[in-house]
């Protein structure tokens, strides 16, 4: 269920409009980036500026960003000191947008610039949440496409009932909803459930994704279970649930079957019993409890890297960027000024 919209009303244009790119290992597709941002800006009716974050790159990524700040003042640059991943250099973006609306967007092509044209017509209609939903995933293969479908259900099921299916990190908010969200500073984010759980009106803008400029994925089948697991553990109660009712149930028939054997030994069926089952019954309980007890110790050590309050990220080098702005949890190294 979509959160209520009966407080949506309609809105000016935002004076700034910025828009947050995470890039890692990206050098082969920012040369089609910039050529794509660019061709829309002028079609975008307000002031714009892009946030590049270069998350601990090890190609020419940076390189490629500098160049592109130096030639427009209104591109900022953040290279952080090294990977902290996707949700993490996408959070810095979102510290360091000044504008009045925010998109937050891929480097790989997959979520089309253009794209934000409808997007902010939806935000004048009032929305603070308008995200980009996938009705086809062009050039992706039968277990990509079944393995994604799997991941949006079952996370909408595990994490938030209001988490849209089919939905990437590809989306606009608004100021008061992303004033809101930075409020949130856990260690293990996910910022898809993160935007669900704060609220404010929120509508979709459905697109047929398509295939990736250059480059390959940052999320293979691996990484994509580890994102999932990642979610799930961080952001839902649901796995220790599980876990309670698998207990009960073994400890019912635990108790089922030892009155079982009673029954048996007072109406004089008693039969010596082998080896076997008892043996299986211990395997069962004994590899069910150590299952148990790494889903607890998962939950440990999120508790463990919580009070340690790290910052989520470190920004070692900055182009365009004020040396006096500072941001919730970040720290700000001496800005790089050679590329301005």
Same mark, same amino acid.
């Given at each position: 269920?979509?959160?209520?919209?009966?407080?949506?009303?309609?809105?000016?244009?935002?004076?700034?409009?910025?828009?947050?790119?995470?890039?890692?290992?990206?050098?082969?597709?920012?040369?089609?980036?910039?050529?794509?941002?660019?061709?829309?800006?002028?079609?975008?009716?307000?002031?714009?500026?892009?946030?590049?974050?270069?998350?601990?790159?090890?190609?020419?990524?940076?390189?490629?960003?500098?160049?592109?700040?130096?030639?427009?003042?209104?591109?900022?640059?953040?290279?952080?000191?090294?990977?902290?991943?996707?949700?993490? +250099?996408?959070? =810095?973006? *979102?510290?360091?947008?000044?504008?009045?609306?925010? %998109? /937050?967007?891929? &480097?790989?092509?997959?979520?089309?610039?253009?794209?934000?044209?409808?997007?902010?017509?939806?935000?004048?209609?009032?929305?603070?949440?308008?995200?980009?939903?996938?009705?086809?995933?062009?050039?992706?293969?039968?277990?990509?496409?079944?393995?994604?479908?799997?991941?949006?259900?079952?996370?909408?099921?595990?994490?938030?009932?209001?988490?849209?299916?089919?939905?990437?990190?590809?989306?606009?908010?608004?100021?008061?909803?992303?004033?809101?969200?930075?409020?949130?500073?856990?260690?293990?984010?996910?910022?898809?459930?993160?935007?669900?759980?704060?609220?404010?009106?929120?509508?979709?803008?459905?697109?047929?994704?398509?295939?990736?400029?250059?480059?390959?994925?940052?999320?293979?089948?691996?990484?994509?279970?580890?994102? +999932?697991?990642? =979610?799930? *553990?961080?952001?839902?109660?649901?796995?220790?649930? %599980? /876990?309670?009712? &698998?207990?009960?149930?073994?400890?019912?028939?635990?108790?089922?079957?030892?009155?079982?054997?009673?029954?048996?030994?007072?109406?004089?069926?008693?039969?010596?019993?082998?080896?076997?089952?008892?043996?299986?019954?211990?395997?069962?309980?004994?590899?069910?409890?150590?299952?148990?007890?790494?889903?607890?110790?998962?939950?440990?050590?999120?508790?463990?890297?919580?009070?340690?309050?790290?910052?989520?990220?470190?920004?070692?080098?900055?182009?365009?960027?004020?040396?006096?702005?500072?941001?919730?949890?970040?720290?700000?190294?001496?800005?790089?000024?050679?590329?301005?």
């Amino acid at each position: 269920m979509a959160p209520s919209t009966s407080n949506v009303h309609r809105r000016p244009l935002p004076y700034l409009l910025s828009i947050v790119i995470p890039l890692y290992n990206e050098e082969p597709v920012i040369s089609l980036l910039q050529a794509g941002i660019e061709s829309l800006i002028p079609k975008i009716p307000c002031a714009v500026e892009v946030v590049l974050v270069d998350d601990g790159s090890r190609d020419g990524t940076f390189f490629m960003l500098s160049q592109w700040a130096s030639e427009n003042a209104g591109v900022k640059v953040l290279a952080l000191s090294r990977n902290f991943g996707h949700q993490n +250099a996408a959070t =810095a973006g *979102l510290d360091y947008a000044s504008g009045e609306a925010v %998109v /937050l967007m891929d &480097a790989d092509l997959q979520d089309p610039p253009e794209l934000i044209l409808p997007m902010l017509e939806r935000y004048c209609d009032g929305y603070d949440v308008v995200y980009a939903q996938r009705i086809a995933r062009e050039g992706e293969g039968p277990l990509k496409r079944v393995t994604a479908w799997a991941f949006y259900r079952l996370m909408r099921l595990l994490i938030h009932r209001d988490l849209p299916v089919d939905v990437g990190d590809y989306r606009l908010l608004s100021r008061p909803c992303l004033n809101a969200l930075r409020q949130l500073r856990e260690t293990h984010r996910f910022l898809r459930g993160m935007v669900a759980w704060v609220g404010f009106p929120q509508t979709a803008v459905q697109f047929r994704r398509p295939q990736r400029a250059a480059g390959h994925t940052k999320y293979p089948f691996r990484k994509m279970l580890g994102f +999932a697991s990642n =979610a799930a *553990l961080s952001f839902s109660a649901f796995p220790l649930k %599980v /876990l309670f009712v &698998a207990g009960f149930v073994m400890a019912a028939a635990g108790f089922a079957y030892g009155l079982y054997a009673i029954c048996r030994v007072l109406l004089g069926l008693y039969v010596v019993p082998g080896w076997t089952s008892l043996i299986v019954a211990q395997c069962i309980t004994g590899g069910s409890i150590l299952m148990g007890l790494g889903m607890v110790g998962s939950y440990v050590a999120r508790i463990f890297e919580e009070v340690k309050a790290r910052p989520l990220y470190i920004v070692a080098r900055s182009i365009n960027i004020a040396t006096a702005q500072t941001e919730p949890q970040a720290v700000m190294a001496i800005p790089d000024t050679e590329a301005r």
